[in-house]
């Protein structure tokens, strides 16, 4: 699924750079027409990671108009969460900062990809290690007034430091659900 996940994800990104060409905002926050659009939402999900089988994985997001960079095509959504993941012995507890170049499909539709990098705290039998992280994800949200309905896609490298005797890094995959409220 790994594997799989990230050539979806490489692709993604790729057939999205070409909006990346233009003049960039630098702290759009300052800019009076700025709003932030805050979306708060539980996840709720399938993590299926390097080392062990898939398992239940859940979590909080804050999401925003990223405050410091703005493309000029498009918005840059920066999503903040903190998930948990525990099975087979494995437990990881994580906090991302993942920006996401957005597009509207349609009126209430919209579509994200982008980079993120996290700090994972990996436990395997009271072996621990605290792992900084890459990652990689796609989301696609449905807003509907102040529901907000979101699917989303991450892949997520860790370093490879050692948790315990013969196990290192915490590389994982990430299918999630999202319901939540937008402000």
């Known amino acids: 699924m790994q594997r799989t996940a990230l050539s979806l994800l490489l692709g993604l990104l790729a057939v999205s750079s070409s909006a990346f060409a233009g003049d960039w ?13 805050v979306t708060v939402s539980a996840v709720a999900g399938s993590l299926d990671p390097q080392h062990g089988g ?26 903040i969460s903190l998930g948990q993941f ?7 507890t994580d906090f991302e900062i993942n920006p996401r170049w957005t597009v509207k499909m349609n009126q209430g539709l919209s579509f994200g ?28 949200d449905y807003r509907m007034g102040p529901l907000n309905l979101g699917l ?3 892949w997520q490298a860790t370093e490879g430091k050692e948790i315990k005797p ?12 999202r319901i939540g409220f937008n402000f």
Do not use: W
Not at 25 to 37: M, Q
Not at 115 to 132: E, K, M, Q, R, Y
Not at 166 to 177: E, I, K, V, W
């Open 166 to 177: 013969g196990r290192s890094g915490a590389d994982n995959a990430l299918l999630q659900a």
């Open 152 to 154: 989303g896609l991450r």
């Open 25 to 37: 905002k630098l702290l759009p926050v300052r800019d009076a027409e700025y709003k932030p659009e």
């Open 113 to 140: 990809v982008g980079p993120g990098i996290g700090l994972v705290n990996a436990d395997i039998a009271g072996h621990s290690a605290t792992l900084f992280a890459l990652q990689l994800g796609a989301d696609l």
């Open 86 to 92: 525990d099975h087979d012995g494995l437990k990881l």
């Open 54 to 79: 898939a398992g239940p994985y859940s979590g909080i997001e804050l999401a925003l108009n990223c405050l410091l960079l703005q493309p000029p095509s498009g918005v840059m959504r920066t999503h």
